[in-house]
């Protein structure tokens, strides 16, 4: 984090897993957090100056792409992704002390961690009402706070914490291997390039023709630039009309990530930058270091060339 950057707004409440996300990141934890009710707060928090960083979940494994991120940034908002975290997703079944499993009679909690559990809960709450709430985190505020002894929530091990409540059952989750993908955004700020990074951007076209996709990938085929994620968003102009969304590997900085973004700029109506950023995984940092490492002996080997020169 810049020194500049002492506010962070998160997407609320606390206890969920965005904040759980946010606090693996010390430099963040050290800052002034606020929770924000809804994702579009915390963007538009950090487009109008009242934060300086904003953190928001951007991509879940089991349910794709959160909607009001993606869009909020390419509708409504000009700001700059500065990292990503990747977060492995863990529910656990809670409830207010002195509980029993036989004792639940209804389970709440937001709809998407509802629908990733329901295995479970045909399995082993199959009469248990399903009740939907604002978030993880909520569900286990108002059980904690005003909740009756044959009521549960799906939430993280956090809320548990935060609200006095017992974890009946841990990892309730129906495929263990669910992750949800969060981004730090900031306004008009691109970090330097690590030699491990991550380039997000937006691809719009002058008209849907046959080929063009075709055209927009051929650029990164071309240059060996691989993607990571491709998605088509509704540019909300018209039914059928849309845009892109894309992930590629490279900052940028680079130059054949530059150069490709220069000809996709010429050649489309638009392309819109969401950001050049260090890339997430247990294995980015060994790899910033090896390109680092790499970066630095390939300049030593180019002066000692240069000192040659007569």
């Known amino acids: 984090m810049t020194p500049t950057a002492k506010s962070v707004a998160y997407f609320g409440p606390a206890a969920t897993f965005t904040q759980e996300a946010l606090l693996t990141q010390p430099d963040l934890a050290r800052a002034e957090l606020t929770s924000l009710g809804s994702i579009t707060a915390v963007l538009d928090a950090v487009a109008q100056g009242s934060a300086d960083l904003g953190f928001v979940p951007i991509e879940n494994a089991i349910e794709g792409t959160v909607s009001a991120t993606i869009d909020g940034l390419i509708h409504d908002v000009d700001l700059h992704i500065q990292r990503e ?27 998407h961690a509802l629908a990733q559990c329901q295995k479970y809960l045909a399995r082993e709450l199959p009469d248990a009402e399903q009740v939907a709430a604002n978030s993880t985190a909520d569900a286990a505020r108002v059980l904690g706070e005003a909740g009756e002894g044959h009521e549960a929530a799906i939430a993280p091990r956090l809320a548990a914490e935060r609200y006095g409540l017992v974890v009946l059952a841990e990892d309730v989750e129906d495929h263990p291997d669910n992750q949800t993908r969060f981004v730090l955004v900031a306004r008009a700020r691109i970090p330097r390039p690590t030699g491990h990074d991550k380039t997000s951007i937006v691809c719009f076209q002058r008209a849907d023709h046959p080929g063009s996709l075709h055209g927009i990938l051929g650029q990164f085929a071309a240059r060996n630039i691989n993607l990571s994620k491709l998605e088509s968003r509704p540019t909300k102009q018209g039914l059928g009309d849309y845009c892109f969304v894309i992930d590629l590997a490279g900052h940028v900085g680079d130059e054949v990530v530059a150069d490709c973004l220069r000809d996709l700029h010429a050649g489309l109506a638009g392309v819109k930058f969401l950001g050049s950023y260090p890339a997430a995984g247990e294995h980015g940092p060994e790899r910033r270091r090896r390109a680092d490492a790499a970066w630095q002996a390939a300049d030593e080997w180019l002066r000692a060339l240069r000192n040659a020169i007569e």
Do not use: E, F, K
């Not at 975290?85 to 207010?96: G, K, N, P, S, T």
């Not at 029993?100 to 009679?105: H, M, N, T, V, Y």
């Open 85 to 111: 975290v990747v977060m492995d997703i863990h529910l656990h079944l809670l409830a207010r002390p002195g509980t029993s499993l036989a004792d639940i009679r209804s389970v709440s909690s937001y709809p």
